[in-house]
């Protein structure tokens, strides 16, 4: 369209055919096997970062590859379409979350440790918020960290961190003080083998290959060095970076509802009944047209949170009400949408959708995670409500 600054310029597009061919190569055929095994190799973490895939939004003074992170969107939307959610979740995690911490609010020497290492991908990293008893209830997290000297002393559990059960750092929420409000919120990086540091994989109905985890501090003892950022400013960090990673996991989801309805076109081509293609059924005609028309639809939406994402990140005028209320439209209306396609991918393949054997099952489990994590489905809609000035309660 005349005037229309393209959101995708040509280098993103090369970006893209090179996210692709390594998903084809290294991810994609080894995907359904990884799901049988539960498991992948931890080393396929150096080969992206050797691929340059977690540097594109960093400093090349610290490795990064760039361009932006208009590439790293890119990154996110070709990984998720590897066919195995919980292995595109862990490395999402590890370079949008726990590296884009040590980024933004680290020190050149936490930057020159983990920074570096995180966009090699010979350290993977994690994001420890969320809590048995908090859910999306930042603030009302119960992990404390006593100071001690110049020395921390953290306790507590974190619950559903991705990467959590074998990441090699951990970026960690904890309670500093007692005072009400958002600022007594502490982010820390914790070393995986630090001593009293514990942790256990979870087993979930989905994310088969993610390594979930549970977290257990007990007078976990690190220097003051390993604070990120000042005491007192995590809240803020973690409301700040929630857009990105909100942001992320939409573009996530609708790559996901793509491959979904593309093994249903595909089932629904193949498998016959009645005596012709399941497709030649005007019903599924009209479902399959109705899906597509939805997901162009939360894509262009997506598009333009993106926008004003990278306007954001280049210091150009923003409305953070705008910013702060797409990208929570575009998470929620995502997340449903990626999960509504792929319960149309287990209808059409009937009694099949429900065998283990095909991929459709899999995909409706890992889809149903979607509207929960990152903040849930009301979250949303109270945040959206909030920057309407309607005031939520």
Same mark, same amino acid.
């Given at each position: 369209m005349s005037g229309l600054t393209p959101l995708f310029l040509e280098e993103h597009e090369a970006y893209r055919q090179a996210a692709q061919m390594?998903?084809?190569?290294e991810l994609a055929p080894n995907a359904d096997r990884w799901e049988a095994e539960r498991d992948y190799p931890?080393? +396929?973490f150096a080969k992206v970062g050797s691929a340059g895939f977690f540097g594109a939004k960093f400093s090349e003074r610290w490795g990064g590859t760039g361009p932006d992170f208009a590439a790293e969107a890119v990154w996110v939307e070709e990984v998720s379409r590897?066919?195995?959610f919980g292995l595109a979740s862990d490395l999402g995690a590890h370079s949008s979350?726990?590296? +884009?911490?040590?980024?933004?609010? $680290? /020190?050149?020497?936490?930057?020159? =440790?983990?920074?570096?290492?995180?966009?090699? $991908? /010979? *350290?993977? @990293?994690?994001?420890?918020v969320t809590e048995p008893g908090t859910g999306s209830d930042v603030n009302g997290i119960q992990t404390k960290a006593t100071r001690d000297g110049d020395?921390? !002393?953290? #306790?507590?559990?974190? /619950?559903?961190? &991705? #990467? @959590?059960?074998?990441?090699?750092?951990?970026?960690?929420?904890?309670? /500093?003080?007692?005072?009400?409000?958002?600022? =007594? %919120?502490?982010?820390?990086?914790?070393e995986g083998d630090t001593p009293d540091f514990d942790r256990r994989r979870m087993d979930m109905i989905s994310w088969k290959t993610s390594h979930t985890g549970e977290l257990y501090f007990n007078d976990v003892r690190i220097s003051d060095e390993q604070r990120l950022g000042d005491v007192g400013s995590g809240f803020g960090h973690i409301m700040q970076n929630f857009q990105w990673e909100r942001l992320l996991m939409s573009l996530s989801?609708?790559?996901? *509802?793509? !491959?979904?309805?593309?093994t249903a076109i595909q089932y629904a081509t193949d498998r016959s009944a009645f005596g012709r293609p399941i497709i030649k059924f005007q019903v599924w005609q009209h479902r399959f047209a109705d899906l597509v028309m939805r997901i162009r639809s939360s894509k262009a939406l997506a598009y333009r949170a993106l926008r004003l994402h990278i306007a954001a990140e280049n210091s150009e005028e923003e409305d953070r009400d705008e910013l702060v209320r797409l990208t929570s439209m575009a998470k929620l209306h995502s997340?449903?949408? *990626? !999960?509504?396609?792929?319960d149309e991918c287990v209808q059409v393949h009937g009694g099949s959708g429900a065998l283990m054997e095909y991929r459709a099952q899999r995909f409706w489990r890992d889809a149903r995670v979607g509207p929960i994590g990152g903040g849930t489905d009301? %979250?949303?809609? #109270?945040?959206? *409500?909030? &920057?309407? $000035? !309607? $005031?939520v309660a």
């Open positions: 390594f998903v084809e190569k931890k080393e +396929l590897c066919g195995a979350l726990a590296a +884009l911490y040590v980024d933004r609010f $680290g /020190t050149e020497t936490q930057k020159d =440790n983990y920074l570096r290492a995180s966009i090699e $991908g /010979t *350290a993977v @990293g994690a994001l420890a020395e921390w !002393l953290i #306790n507590g559990p974190k /619950t559903f961190i &991705t #990467n @959590g059960s074998w990441a090699d750092y951990v970026v960690v929420a904890a309670k /500093t003080s007692d005072d009400p409000g958002h600022k =007594n %919120i502490t982010l820390f990086i914790v989801a609708l790559s996901m *509802a793509e !491959l979904s309805l593309e997340q449903r949408l *990626a !999960l509504k396609v792929a009301d %979250i949303m809609r #109270n945040v959206i *409500a909030r &920057t309407m $000035g !309607l $005031g």
